[in-house]
């Protein structure tokens, strides 16, 4: 039915399929079918309405039925994942860069030393010790050395490991002693003989006689130091010394300090570190350019090439010094050792104080041997004043070597017991020091010299 305006009246145009014709007609009777057309269904215009809403209520129904009374087993709705409309990415956001923080590289921590000198010498153990040689460390004599130390104020031994004829006094399986042969097995088991030590709470120091060494003179010829006619250079008993000069030989005595720190020693003390004297020592061949101005050179160079490599092993240097050479550039120059030099290389220097080696009328005392108390004291003294320009915390501890021994080749000498022991032991206290070594060769040393007990 469609709508159209002819000759000026408004009319409808109404198709019948049927009689495939079109009737035209007016409005007030196409009102009049249409209200009788709406009469033959009884007036009900709205039933065909109400039966499609009945129909969709009941679908209704079904659907909320199935969501919230059925158990959740039969809700195969509930498992159908349904497409997601992509969603639309996001731009990034544009904002201003932020320089990122500058990264400092973590600081790398500093190792600690091995060896600290200022703790060492702030806990140390004062040294009040005796000098035993090998042949005793490795005998039945030792269990008397043992029962001294244990019924004295005696804390500390010093035991050869090399001593003043080269010979090391037991014998390592290996290293340069094993490869030259210079190892005598005085000490038979040098492990066992350091479990006893370390049982009974001893410390233990092991003395390394360095240049004069004719054992290494003889394994290693090219090492021996020679005067210019080609003839070794002996000490007034024709014991050969190898060349102070040589690297050399610098490293076979830093090795065996090395290897006496492992078997488990407390501190390794370096003896004949100095220059042979004599007529023949004057004119010896030390291929190098050596005066009596720069001797003391070499000598402070061995004693720092070796300390800084036992250092490593975290103990102690010490060094033997004459004690002559206190204040007496003679004899300092003469040996090579300057006094307050060393104090700055090792740990403790050990200068050897026996009133015996010093001359008539030296402190201005007739005879130095007879007079053990005002001899040390002279020369403690001494060592106080030249060692007082040295910095004190790094300035060595100083331990004196004191006679335990009669000098029976002295002009004058007296014979020395416990009153001449405990004079010279009284003299380092009262200089200001607190450590001191018993020096016998022999080994004969008795408890009644000493106290019973620490003081």
């Keep these: 039915m469609d709508h159209f305006r002819e000759s000026g009246r408004i009319g409808f145009c109404v198709f019948k399929a049927k009689a495939e014709r079109v009737v035209f007609v007016n409005r007030r009777d196409w009102k009049r079918q249409r209200r009788q057309k709406r009469s033959l269904y009884g007036g009900q215009k709205t039933a065909p309405f109400k039966a499609v809403l009945a129909v969709l209520l009941c679908i209704a129904a079904i659907v909320v039925l199935y969501l919230f009374a059925l158990p959740d087993k039969y809700h195969f709705l509930k498992n159908i994942s349904l497409p997601e409309w992509p969603k639309a990415k996001k731009e990034p956001e544009i904002t201003e860069a932020t320089p ?74 290996g290293g340069s002693v094993f ?60 014991l050969e010394w190898v060349n102070p000069c040589n690297e050399e030989v610098w490293e076979y005595l830093t090795e065996l300090g090395e290897m006496a720190a492992d078997l488990g020693f407390d501190e390794i003390q370096y003896d004949y570190v100095r220059f042979p004297v004599g007529d023949e020592a004057s004119n010896a061949d030390f291929g190098e350019e050596v005066t009596s101005d720069n001797k003391h050179e070499y000598i402070a160079g061995f004693l720092t090439y070796a300390t800084k490599r036992i250092h490593e092993k975290g103990i102690p240097v010490t060094a033997d010094v004459f004690g002559t050479i206190i204040g007496n550039p003679v004899d300092a120059q003469s040996v090579g050792q300057d006094y307050a030099e060393l104090a700055g290389i090792v740990d403790a220097l050990c200068p050897m104080v026996y009133p015996s080696h010093y001359g008539a009328g030296v402190f201005n005392i007739p005879v130095p041997d007879a007079k053990p108390y005002d001899t040390v004291l002279a020369s403690l003294t001494a060592s106080v004043e030249e060692l007082s320009e040295v910095p004190k915390e790094r300035c060595a501890v100083v331990r004196p070597w004191l006679q335990a021994f009669t000098a029976t080749w002295v002009k004058g000498h007296i014979n020395y017991d416990q009153k001449e022991i405990r004079a010279q032991i009284d003299a380092v206290k009262d200089a200001g020091y607190e450590e001191w070594i018993l020096w016998n060769a022999k080994n004969n040393y008795e408890a009644g010299w000493l106290a019973a007990e620490a003081e």
């Excluded at 091995?114 to 005998?139: E, L, M, N």
Aim: glycine share 6%.
């Design 179 to 238: 490869e030259l042969e210079t190892g005598v097995g005085y000490i038979r088991d040098i492990g066992a003989l350091m479990e006893r030590l370390k049982e009974r709470n001893i410390y233990t120091i092991a003395r390394i006689a360095c240049f004069k060494d004719p054992m290494l003179a003889k394994a290693r010829p090219e090492l021996q130091l020679t005067a210019a006619n080609g003839r070794p250079v002996t000490d007034k008993n024709g």
């Design 100 to 173: 990122s923080p500058t990264m400092r590289p973590t600081p790398t921590p500093t190792p600690e030393p091995a060896f600290d000198i200022a703790s060492w010498k702030r806990d140390h153990i004062r040294v009040r010790g005796i000098y035993v040689t090998g042949p005793v460390a490795g005998s039945d004599r030792m269990e008397e050395i043992l029962e001294i130390v244990e019924a004295t104020e005696l804390n500390a031994l010093v035991i050869d490991i090399k001593n003043d004829e080269g010979a090391v006094t037991f014998k390592p399986e």
